[in-house]
């Protein structure tokens, strides 16, 4: 079979007569890997005398273990060993600190105690010659358990709830002004609950970690979004110095935020390779996806909004009740788009946190925004009605210059622009604003609008750029591409600044002995990595020129290295192009299979004193069958305020996914958790909805494509997240449109709805 | 936990003949073609049953022919084979929609009709057709064949009326001189398993106008079974009273709350269904005054 391969298409730039790369819609490196399945994940290196580990899990919710009767499991031939708490090497306890790049997801070490805090916690794990003995060792494996009275409903523990005194440092409660006072003073009063459920990330390559023991060198082939934090943590949990740990993630089949931090399954595989001496594959069963390797925790969000009768914002009040595990603090911090969108005087957000016996919940693609914005922008939308106006001008009526939270101008925002936009992609004139108007072939139409945000995030991040004596290049980083398009975006920044066609690049990724780089989330990648990246084949270049100036034998001897400059792949002296020398030629010349460039760029502060948020405008149009409440989405616009757009083709593709899933949350996704017994019920791909390529419209996203150089060199902010974020609300604001009903649950199921149409 | 597939017998049947004698000498076995539904229940680690029969290499139950003056479909018809039918698109095209409702392509390749009979789910996307279409099973034993009307051939939640060595060979359709109706309403697009199901038929034909079977309409999802309103259809026959038509039905359904479903949206969507369908089809003329 052969592949097409699109030659990129790449802007002329005037001014500096060269190919402007970024930007370009490169098709990804990595493409042609993927569609011809060379591309190996992290359970997919068919190693010699390979071990299958299968874990072994409570059937209680809490309590403690009494035994493992294993004795069946162990007489069956090809099982090599059963780890259980009994057996299993004392772990050394860690900082578990996100700033110091070793936090753990939950945070508990596997198999050192007896104690079960949810169903579906590892109590051993069956590892056998093949899969499918591990399996049946597994299954043969009676868990005894002490079972005591577990935590698993939200209302009955409230009362035994806690309200978190801060946010990853930020105080709460978040006060501005008076609330109280203000609300009870104003003309127009709104108030309503939210609710979000539990929703699973439910990545198509589940978690998988494949052990190999070299020695006292550890080398894990792990599905991940943070090579460098997985490496640190077992490393120092296991007792190793962290440069006998290697970490290997060079594709990961979708994490988002369930693969950021390491899982209990992982020091599982590697403490029993270190057992066995063998290498030992561990990939978790889709149903073991459902238990202990994160979800985003079920909200409760009361809102009560004041406004003017002209629709200028006075009070907001935000309390959101959502959960956690025992084992850690997790909050779903909903109330954040509520504090730094909007500019309102007085201002409350408060949290309470129940404690279940589930497993512990974690980061699910813009964790706190999507569930917020659902609420806070559909209340926003039950005003626009309340006071006849347009949903977008209510909007634009509260926006300020600067950031209500911290009362600094923006670093650079569109906001404006994306509503303008995304209406006029849209069609958003053609809407009659009053509900149940339109109809189209038996269908009620409804269109809905919503604010997107994430907040601009960025961290430390190394890379190292080489340029090769066969005039090709390499960008190395311990970052990792999730599928998002890091191979491409990477290659492209090194290709702006070497002058040399990506094709002549390739970016070396996922690998935790490359230069260090932050755990892929928070939308933080290329505003992190990009700018180390950038920096990086600058100093390579600049090497180069150095050598050239040096060499007696080169025409650019002894020339002012500041009239020196890369293009097309040569040297070129400034004051007289003739004199050119290709890269290649200097380092034969010298003898030098490579040159390379190092950075380590950390955030600066240049944006200081602003503040970086990344804004957009989203519009959902529906349909809803009248007779049986089935809604779909027939049409999508986004339109994003992101920065500087890397690669227009990943960016779009990102976007889009990030859309589609807002659709699986509007109206599809939820967990269902067994009442009696705390096991999920929908731990399968059948019973946990997500749509399909029929649920999913036309879908258009959009970009301002404006940098931001205050943030960082690139002028980029990421946007992974931001996609999903105002899709729930742009949804049941066009499902209210269409039939008048206002669903203020997720999801939006046809049940819902029917009882009122 | 998954069951290992290791520990499982996999016996192969070379002949019909031979299928016949290994379910009578192997009480248990469960006879297989496509496993869309085994697969399924083996990963779950809910099926107890270790000992299976193949049935896919006989392709003489894979044929789809006419048969004087029905359609037979053989047991092992994969659901791509039916959508692909001209037999069954002039015979009864709303098994084609039908099929064309089950999973994705991968499932349609591999799914077959009497697997869809044999597992009897209550969601069972063909069942409401076969029910309306008053289709006949025929089952084959070493004791020889046997027709069962499809609308006796369940007996209650996932139990049927076979015998435990018998098989599924084919399922016979007589014709319809109807017009005919199918609906899945599922909670996506597709890909799901039904909330709720109906299939119906009314003949136009001036011949049938006193025949009581001239409505007749079947549902799935809505009780232990797939169900075929009886009494919905003898009120409609009589006077043609849809509203009348909805609250008799409602009385014969028994649907359940589960976690794809509730059972107010059924009844209230069955009803809705039910009067859609006859909003289309009625003609005054049907209805006596």
Redesign the interface.
């Given at each position: 079979m052969t592949l097409k391969i699109n030659e990129p298409k790449a802007k002329e730039s005037t001014m500096a007569k060269a190919v402007q790369w970024i930007g370009a819609p490169l098709d990804r490196a990595d493409g042609e890997l993927k569609t011809t399945g060379k591309a190996r994940y992290a359970a997919d290196f068919p190693l010699e005398r390979m071990v299958y580990g299968v874990p072994i899990v409570s059937p209680a919710a809490s309590g403690s273990l009494i035994k493992l009767e294993v004795e069946a499991a162990e007489k069956l031939p090809g099982v090599l060993f059963i780890l259980t708490h009994e057996n299993a090497k004392k772990i050394f306890p860690i900082q578990n600190d996100f700033g110091t790049a070793t936090k753990l997801a939950e945070g508990r070490f596997p198999l050192q105690d007896k104690k079960i805090y949810y169903a579906g916690q590892y109590v051993g794990l069956a590892a056998a010659e093949t899969l499918e003995i591990a399996q049946e060792a597994a299954r043969l494996i009676k868990v005894i358990c002490k079972e005591e009275r577990s935590a698993l409903d939200s209302e009955e523990e409230l009362p035994y709830s806690y309200f978190p005194d801060n946010n990853w440092g930020t105080p709460l409660p978040v006060i501005r002004g008076n609330f109280e006072k203000a609300f009870s003073n104003t003309e127009v009063q709104l108030k309503a609950v939210y609710t979000t459920p539990v929703e699973h990330h439910n990545p198509m390559e589940p978690h998988a970690c494949t052990a190999v023991w070299d020695g006292d060198n550890l080398i894990l082939y792990e599905s991940t979004q943070w090579v460098v934090g997985a490496r640190n943590v077992v490393a120092d949990a296991l007792g190793l110095p962290r440069e006998k740990v290697r970490i290997i993630s060079h594709f990961v089949g979708g994490g988002f935020g369930c693969k950021g931090f390491v899982w209990p399954h992982t020091l599982l595989a590697a403490m029993t390779a270190m057992h066995l001496k063998r290498p030992v594959k561990v990939v978790l069963s889709r149903s073991q996806m459902a238990a202990g390797v994160g979800h985003r925790p079920a909200t409760h969000q009361e809102l009560s909004i004041g406004s003017s009768k002209q629709g200028k914002l006075t009070a907001i009040k935000h309390h959101t009740i959502t959960q956690t595990s025992f084992l850690d603090d997790f909050l779903e911090a909903a109330g954040g788009p509520t504090q730094s969108i909007y500019s309102c005087p007085n201002l409350l957000v408060s949290y309470q946190v129940v404690r279940l016996n589930h497993g512990t919940p974690t980061f699910m693609r813009a964790p706190g925004e999507c569930t917020g914005l659902f609420a806070l922008e559909s209340l926003l939308d039950e005003l626009s009605y309340t006071l006849n106006l347009d949903p977008i001008e209510l909007r634009l009526n509260n926006l300020s210059d600067k950031s209500p939270e911290e009362e600094l101008p923006w670093s650079n925002s569109h906001i404006k622009e994306c509503y303008e936009l995304g209406s006029k992609i849209f069609g958003w004139k053609e809407r009659n604003p009053k509900p149940k108007t339109m109809k189209r072939k038996g269908f009620l139409v409804g269109l809905g609008m919503a604010t997107a945000m994430f907040p601009g995030v960025r961290s430390p991040g190394a890379a190292k750029v080489k340029i090769l004596s066969d005039g090709t290049a390499e960008v190395l980083s311990a970052t990792q591409d999730l599928g998002t398009g890091t191979y491409t975006t990477m290659k492209q920044i090194a290709a702006e600044v070497l002058r040399i066609s990506p094709h002549r690049i390739v970016s070396k990724l996922g690998d935790s002995s490359y230069p260090p780089a932050p755990v892929s989330g928070g939308s933080m990648t290329s505003a992190s990595v990009g700018p180390a990246v950038k920096s990086a084949a600058e100093k390579a270049i600049e090497a180069l020129i150095h050598i050239s100036i040096k060499d007696s034998s080169s025409c650019l001897y002894h020339l002012p290295l500041e009239k020196i400059h890369a293009a097309d792949g040569k040297l070129v002296y400034q004051d007289d192009p003739s004199k050119t020398e290709i890269f290649e030629e200097i380092l034969k010349r010298n003898n030098l299979s490579h040159i390379e460039g190092e950075s380590f760029v950390k955030p600066d502060n240049s944006a200081e004193g602003y503040t970086v948020q990344s804004h957009g405008a989203q519009f959902a149009e529906v349909e809803v069958h009248p007779l049986l409440g089935q809604i779909r989405v027939t049409r999508m616009v986004g339109v994003f305020d992101v920065g500087r757009i890397l690669n227009q083709k990943t960016a779009r593709s990102q976007a889009i996914g990030g859309m589609i899933m807002g659709i699986g949350m509007a109206l599809h996704e939820k967990t269902v958790y067994d009442p009696r017994t705390g096991r999920v019920v929908t731990d399968n791909l059948c019973d946990y909805l997500i749509p399909v390529m029929a649920d999913s419209p036309a879908v258009e996203a959009d970009f301002i494509d404006k940098p931001d150089p205050r943030f960082n060199s690139l002028g980029v902010r990421g946007l992974g997240e931001i996609g999903i974020t105002g899709v729930a609300a742009a949804t049941a604001n066009a499902v209210y449109h269409a039939t008048g009903i206002r669903i203020r649950d997720l999801p939006i199921t046809p049940d819902k709805l029917l009882k009122w149409l | 936990?998954?069951?290992?597939?290791?520990?499982l017998k996999f016996l192969e049947a070379g002949s019909l003949s031979h299928a016949f004698k290994i379910m009578k000498t192997h009480p248990g076995i469960m006879p297989t073609a496509g496993c869309t539904d085994i697969y399924?229940s083996l990963n779950?680690?809910t099926l107890k049953v270790r000992e299976f029969l193949n049935l896919w290499g006989l392709s003489e139950l894979r044929k789809i022919q006419m048969k004087g003056d029905y359609l037979s479909i053989g047991s092992l018809a994969t659901y791509t084979q039916i959508i692909h039918s001209d037999s069954v698109k002039k015979w009864i095209p709303m098994l084609i929609q039908a099929s064309s409702s089950i999973g994705g392509m991968q499932i349609q390749n591999r799914g077959t009709l009497g697997g869809n009979i044999g597992n009897g789910s209550p969601a069972g996307d063909t069942l409401p057709v076969l029910a309306a279409a008053e289709a006949v099973v025929v089952l084959g034993s070493t004791e020889g064949i046997r027709r069962i009307s499809f609308n006796m051939f369940y007996t209650g939640y996932r139990k049927n009326a076979m015998n435990p060595e018998e098989l599924i060979l084919s399922v016979e359709i007589p014709r319809i001189k109807s017009q005919q109706w199918y609906r899945k309403?599922g909670?996506?697009?597709?890909?799901?398993?039904s909330?709720i199901v109906m299939a119906a038929v009314l003949s136009k034909d001036p011949e049938e106008q006193q025949d009581p079977r001239r409505i007749r309409i079947a549902f799935g999802s809505l009780a232990p079974t797939v169900i075929r309103a009886f009494r919905t259809e003898t009120a409609l026959a009589e006077n043609g009273n849809i509203t009348e038509a909805q609250k008799t039905l409602l009385s014969e359904i028994q649907p359940i709350d589960d976690?794809?479903?509730?059972a107010?949206?059924r009844q209230?969507?069955a009803a809705?269904?039910l009067?859609?369908w006859w909003g289309k089809v009625s003609p005054r003329s049907l209805i006596k005054s």
């Open positions: - | 936990m998954r069951a290992a597939l290791s520990t399924v779950f680690g309403v909670t996506r697009a597709a890909q799901a398993i909330k976690i794809r479903s509730t107010l949206y209230t969507v809705n269904l009067a859609e």
